[in-house]
């Protein structure tokens, strides 16, 4: 007997991030296998498809389109393939269109080099808005990082203003790291108090739900922590605004991951959809399970590896199919603090 369940459209690159996903939660009745224009390997080369295995795994339907189709990921050393464009991005939900199979109840988006594939991505989600507006836009704005407290972008400059005019105002949840959120907002972060701050300024442009996913803050615990922070804003049936703000604390892994921001994304919409007032609870699963397939992931590498070797790009390639019970039901090593 088949269950009904979530559907989804997601955008996939095999970089550490990808391209747009579209998620449902009720697949309609007399409808097709949803993979069209999924390649058969969940994670070809690298981590492409990344969100897609993990969002299934917890009981989505979803229809994949990948931003850029690459032999593997840029953490290797060479990569072929070619990106999508704005034009063939069109093309494809037009197809969606014209079958009627174009309803969802999330969209998840992630990497992308062009601008007029992400302002294509913010027309899109428009219109699945206009025609189900209880969809949840879930936007990882992937620009950059810090390396050794110097930030620094990895996708051309032009994505910002539209990532800031376009992107921020029609999205519901987004998870930037401390750099995207700097430059989203326009502010610096030293300080937890300014950290919330901006994330302040992120609601004010539209998204309900921020949690900036890694900081360099440092943390009571030492070095050897991580510090990420989430705020969520819910409104009560008089219309009044609450506001839950957390933070969590997360050890260190001494090893270049490509994929992460991926499966925090994924994870966050699927325990967002479970526990859509508890940011809490949300991020505690979400960040637990991402801490179950790293463990296994590092101790599997150094396994192939060889003692005192570094494991290579190949060798720590996440463990996702490994990590399948973790996913679905992770146990909770990390808490959320209440601030």
């Known amino acids: 007997m088949c269950?009904?369940?979530e559907?989804?459209?997601?955008?996939?690159?095999?970089?550490?991030?990808?391209?747009?996903?579209?998620?449902?939660?009720?697949?309609?009745?007399?409808t097709p296998s949803h993979y069209p224009h999924r390649p058969e390997r969940p994670y070809p080369g690298g981590q492409g498809a990344l969100p897609v295995c993990d969002i299934e795994v917890l009981g989505f339907e979803v229809d994949a389109v990948n931003s850029v189709q690459f032999s593997n990921h840029t953490g290797y050393s060479h990569w072929k393939g070619q990106v999508l464009n704005s034009d063939e991005l069109h093309e494809l939900y037009d197809g969606l269109k014209l079958n009627d199979v174009n309803k969802y109840d999330y969209v998840?988006?992630?990497?992308?080099?062009?601008?007029s594939f992400l302002a294509m991505v913010v027309d899109i989600v428009r219109?699945?808005?206009?025609?189900?507006?209880?969809?949840?836009?879930?936007?990882?704005?992937?620009?950059?990082?810090?390396?050794?407290?110097e930030g620094s972008m990895y996708v051309p400059?032009?994505?910002?203003?539209?990532?800031?005019?376009?992107?921020?105002?029609?999205?519901?949840?987004?998870?930037?790291?401390?750099?995207?959120?700097?430059?989203?907002?326009?502010r610096k972060i030293h300080s937890e108090e300014e950290a919330l701050a901006v994330m302040d300024v992120l609601h004010s442009m539209g998204p309900d739900t921020v949690v900036i996913t890694s900081s360099d803050l440092l943390s009571a615990r030492g070095?050897?922590?991580?510090?990420?922070?989430?705020?969520?804003?819910?409104?009560?049936?008089?219309?009044?605004?609450?506001?839950?703000?957390?933070?969590?604390?997360?050890r260190k892994v001494d090893a270049v991951f490509v994929g992460t921001g991926d499966l925090f994304a994924a994870m966050l919409l699927a325990w967002t959809h479970?526990?859509?007032?508890?940011?809490?609870?949300?991020?505690?699963?979400?960040?637990?399970?991402?801490?179950?397939?790293?463990?296994?992931?590092?101790?599997?590498?150094?396994a192939r590896a060889g003692e005192g070797l570094k494991p290579s790009?190949?060798?720590?390639?996440?463990?996702?199919?490994?990590?399948?019970?973790d996913i679905e039901n992770p146990e909770i090593v990390v808490q959320a603090t209440v601030l």
């Open 274 to 302: 479970r526990h859509p007032n508890n940011l809490k609870v949300a991020c505690e699963k979400t960040v637990s399970a991402m801490h179950h397939v790293l463990q296994r992931t590092i101790k599997c590498a150094r």
């Open 7 to 30: 559907r989804a459209w997601v955008t996939t690159a095999p970089v550490e991030s990808w391209g747009v996903v579209l998620v449902c939660t009720q697949a309609p009745p007399n």
């Open 108 to 115: 998840l988006t992630g990497y992308t080099r062009d601008k």
């Open 313 to 325: 790009p190949a060798q720590l390639e996440l463990r996702m199919v490994q990590s399948k019970k």
């Open 127 to 149: 219109e699945l808005k206009q025609q189900n507006p209880r969809l949840v836009y879930v936007c990882d704005p992937v620009m950059g990082d810090k390396w050794n407290g």
């Open 157 to 186: 400059e032009d994505l910002l203003p539209v990532y800031r005019e376009k992107v921020v105002p029609v999205a519901d949840i987004i998870t930037p790291n401390q750099f995207e959120a700097e430059l989203l907002s326009g």
């Open 223 to 250: 070095s050897s922590y991580l510090i990420a922070l989430g705020s969520q804003r819910t409104r009560t049936p008089d219309g009044s605004v609450v506001t839950q703000r957390i933070r969590m604390e997360m």
């Open 3 to 5: 269950s009904q369940r």
